[in-house]
């Protein structure tokens, strides 16, 4: 199937062309005709899918209508909000807004907190249609009135389930009182737990549901192996299998962000370039982290799941889990990075007996077993007690990013300092 038939205009044609985009994936394939007649949408599509152009190009052309070169702000109000979890998706949407928008007289401005608010606000002023957000920072500039929503016509929540978890929802229902009632929603989410449910039951009308596969079913380009080993060693051991197998450009997950500062200070001490993208580092800073990344600089980028979720880095031979994650999803969220196009990726996962069970929910999700190998030289001590991975009250990720995250949702009240110092991802 080509682009051709799914309904959108020429020049968005020619603009994907030019991507050198051959044939739509699966959800815009099925999204973008749904999008472009107006409809409702509850779409399960994890990034890595295209689902960012499966709602941008489809809203492109449904906003052309009334697009223009006015130079009054007056002309240019905002008709598109894009809601995401985090400001590293919130600059990938609006790098693609400004991609496939290129041909389309339509402006667009992303809001997100953690840097100066007064730029946004500048650029607001001046008059946007497309406005990408995070919600907190969002709330910000609504509290200092620097955005009025109150003509827009299409919502996405993109993420909305990581947006859920991180403690949005009180936030996103109070945007949402600021919306006309008269308007489009598409909402987006790689899972569709009750919590989905429910917030797409009371934000959607009569919904057409579109529903991919994820992009690697664990199972099939993505070769798995565990590594048994004692839990003060596997810093050792992933040195050592960097080391051995030449990795390069691996992303190494941790539960919290303290453990992903330490490892990667530990990296980087053993001449293994390696940086830790994490909450506690300022934006330039993982803007710099994530590009000397890409470009092979650094060779290691050990992150947290939050941190990761939405990053645009994928296509990678080796995701090593250095820590098993607290919620088996996570796991395909993190092995997803891998082993796309046909090649075969690797994920490695370092388990220690404390995480036995862990392992058995992964397990257990995958509905298979995890081949292991012993590593010579690492072979665990048989005789270690297990010890509790530290205090997690309930599902509540103690230490971990989840826990940062949650805190701060009580603290709004627009005082100009920024979501971003206190909600940073
Ligand atoms: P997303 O799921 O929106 O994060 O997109 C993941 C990646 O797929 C981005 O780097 C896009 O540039 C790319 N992409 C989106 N649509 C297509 C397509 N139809 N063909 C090839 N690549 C695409």
């Known amino acids: 199937m080509t682009f051709d038939v799914l309904g959108l205009s020429a020049d968005l044609l020619q603009t994907v062309a030019e991507e050198g985009y051959q044939a739509p994936?699966?959800?815009?394939?099925?999204?973008?005709?749904?999008?472009?007649a107006g409809r409702d949408?509850?779409?399960?599509?994890?990034?890595?899918?295209?689902?960012?152009?499966?709602?941008?190009?489809?809203?492109?052309?449904?906003?052309?209508?009334?697009?223009?070169?006015?130079?009054s702000p007056a002309r240019h109000p905002v008709r598109v909000l894009i809601l995401v979890p985090t400001r590293?998706?919130?600059m990938q949407v609006d790098q693609s807004v400004r991609t496939y928008?290129?041909?389309?007289?339509?402006r667009s401005t992303v809001v997100y907190g953690g840097i100066p608010i007064e730029p946004q606000i500048k650029a607001l002023r001046a008059g946007v249609e497309i406005l990408v957000a995070t919600p907190g920072r969002l709330l910000d500039h609504v509290g200092q009135r620097t955005v009025n929503l109150s003509q827009v016509e299409i919502l996405v929540l993109d993420e909305a389930d990581r947006m859920l978890d991180m403690g949005f929802l009180p936030d996103i229902r109070r945007i949402l009182e600021l919306l006309p009632a008269r308007r489009q929603n598409l909402l987006f989410s790689a899972t569709f737990s009750q919590d989905i449910r429910d917030l797409s039951g009371s934000l959607l009308r009569d919904p057409a549901t579109v529903e991919v596969a994820p992009r690697n079913t664990a199972a099939e380009a993505v070769r798995q192996l565990v590594y048994p080993v004692d839990r003060d060693r596997k810093d050792a051991l992933l040195a050592?299998?960097?080391r051995k197998h030449d990795l390069r450009q691996v992303l190494v997950f941790t539960r919290t962000k303290l453990?992903?500062?330490?490892?990667?200070?530990?990296?980087?001490?053993?001449?293994?370039?390696?940086?830790?993208?994490h909450s506690d580092r300022s934006q330039p800073e993982r803007t710099r982290a994530l590009e000397g990344f890409k470009t092979g600089e650094i060779r290691v980028l050990v992150a947290t799941d939050v941190a990761a979720r939405g990053l645009d880095i994928e296509d990678l031979p080796v995701v090593v889990n250095f820590e098993l994650p607290w919620n088996p999803q996570d796991y395909i969220h993190r092995i997803g990075r891998t082993g796309r196009a046909g090649a075969t990726g690797e994920a490695i996962s370092l388990v220690c007996i404390d995480e036995t069970d862990l392992l058995r929910g992964v397990q257990r999700m995958l509905r298979q077993a995890i081949p292991w190998t012993v590593e010579e030289g690492f072979i665990p001590d048989r005789d270690v007690e297990p010890r509790p991975l530290g205090a997690r009250a309930g599902h509540a990720r103690v230490g971990g990013e989840h826990h940062a995250q949650r805190k701060p949702v009580r603290r709004r009240t627009g005082t100009g300092s920024g979501s971003g110092g206190a909600r940073r991802v």
């Open 240 to 242: 050592h299998l960097i």
């Open 259 to 277: 453990a992903a500062s330490r490892l990667a200070a530990r990296l980087d001490r053993d001449g293994i370039d390696a940086v830790a993208i």
């Open 88 to 90: 590293e998706l919130a």
């Open 101 to 106: 928008g290129r041909t389309v007289p339509l």
């Open 41 to 71: 949408l509850l779409a399960a599509a994890q990034t890595g899918t295209g689902k960012t152009a499966a709602f941008v190009l489809p809203i492109l052309d449904r906003l052309r209508d009334k697009a223009n070169t006015s130079f």
């Open 25 to 36: 994936t699966p959800v815009q394939r099925e999204a973008i005709p749904l999008v472009l």
